[in-house]
């Protein structure tokens, strides 16, 4: 059964600073993965999708990379701002239609 | 464009009183369609996912049920709910052949 954990659970850095967010699923047999934003009490917003056969995918200031032997996504967000702030969710396709979540990165940016 | 809705936003339902909650996509043609449950503490579980009309897929037992009635309508259903089915549901969809999801707003249900 896939596993999507997601470090840290939380993280607070000024505004301004560059920051990694960490995603790992534990079967590298995926068709893709996916990473969204959750705002408070909202729905999801995708950012990026990686396929399989990818390393990485850019949009503005978010960059994302997939190193699916290894089982490991990770989520670049260059120089923050207070908007930024939100939950943070990877989800990976598997065999099944459907996508697998880690529990998120509740992040904040401090003005 | 393509548009996902869901309704209503928010509910408030006793145990044992019965459930529907409904998503509609507007926009695209024959989508796959999903509902999620966000519970408190827990992350994003898939309930049901569908790949046309009346075809439903169930990834975990559970109290609630699942109907496409309509190409770009999904409901979620409970004959009788229980305090565990508390939490945010979430409808998706996306294009056969494309892989992106897209979620609608939610629908944030308390079972008291």
């Known amino acids: 059964k896939q596993e999507v954990t997601q470090i840290p659970a939380a993280l607070s850095v000024p505004e301004g600073e560059n920051l990694v967010l960490n995603c790992s699923f534990t079967?590298?047999?995926?068709?893709?993965l996916q990473w969204f934003r959750q705002d408070p009490g909202k729905g999801l917003t995708s950012l990026l999708l990686?396929?399989?056969?990818?390393r990485e995918q850019t949009s503005g200031r978010l960059n994302a990379s997939l190193d699916k032997s290894s089982g490991r996504s990770t989520l670049y967000i260059a120089a923050s701002q207070p908007g930024d702030s939100a939950t943070y969710l990877c989800a990976v396709r598997g065999g099944a239609d459907g996508l697998t979540f880690g529990k998120g990165t509740h992040l904040i940016i401090q003005p | 464009s393509q548009t996902i809705h869901q309704w209503p936003a928010t509910l408030v339902q006793p145990v044992g009183s019965p459930l529907s909650l409904e998503c509609t996509v507007e926009g695209t043609s024959n989508p796959n369609l999903y509902w999620y449950r966000q519970a408190a503490g827990r992350g994003l579980q898939l309930l049901f996912y569908?790949?046309?009309?009346?075809?439903i897929s169930s990834e975990v037992p559970q109290n609630l049920s699942a109907s496409r009635p309509q190409d770009r309508q999904f409901i979620l259903s409970s004959k009788k709910l229980l305090l565990s089915d508390s939490g945010f549901y979430l409808c998706a969809w996306k294009s056969s052949g494309v892989n992106e999801q897209f979620f609608g707003p939610g629908t944030r249900l308390t079972v008291l």
């Open positions: 569908s790949v046309g009309i009346g075809q």
């Open positions: 990686i396929q399989s056969s990818q």
């Open positions: 079967d590298s047999a995926i068709y893709n």
